[in-house]
């Protein structure tokens, strides 16, 4: 979930680089992500890149209404994020993050970062069975 132009393309070049085969739905809000959520099935979502500073509903915000919810919290979700705010890193935690990552600068390390992500979730990783 991004709400940054730039941002967006950048990923989806760098997991196109990187030959993942999965679907990638890009939102660009929470309330969007909650939304899509309600209509299809947890089974088919690998992972959740989940942006803090988004309009509407932040990334904690979503965490925070996840986390209250039994099946939501089990959705694996990475918090990518330019921040480096410790608040912001605890409390990501605390409401159920997976993992934080701070997101690089330059593309090499931005692409490097996403194969990091990618290929852990979606290869090494096992998901939990929803109900």
Known sequence: ME????DVALT????????????????????ELINYLKGNSFQDIGIILLDLNMPRMSGLEVLKFFYKDNELKKLPVVVFSSSDQEIDVRSCY?????AYVRKPINYNDYNRTLSAIARFWLEANVFPVFD
């Not at 709400?3 to 730039?6: F, L, M």
């Not at 085969?21 to 929470?30: F, Y």
């Not at 605390?94 to 997976?98: E, Q, S, T, V």
């Open 3 to 6: 709400d940054n132009a730039a």
């Open 12 to 31: 989806k070049v760098a997991l196109e680089e990187l030959n993942i085969l999965s679907e990638h739905i890009h939102l660009a809000d929470g309330q």
């Open 94 to 98: 605390d409401f159920g993050a997976n």
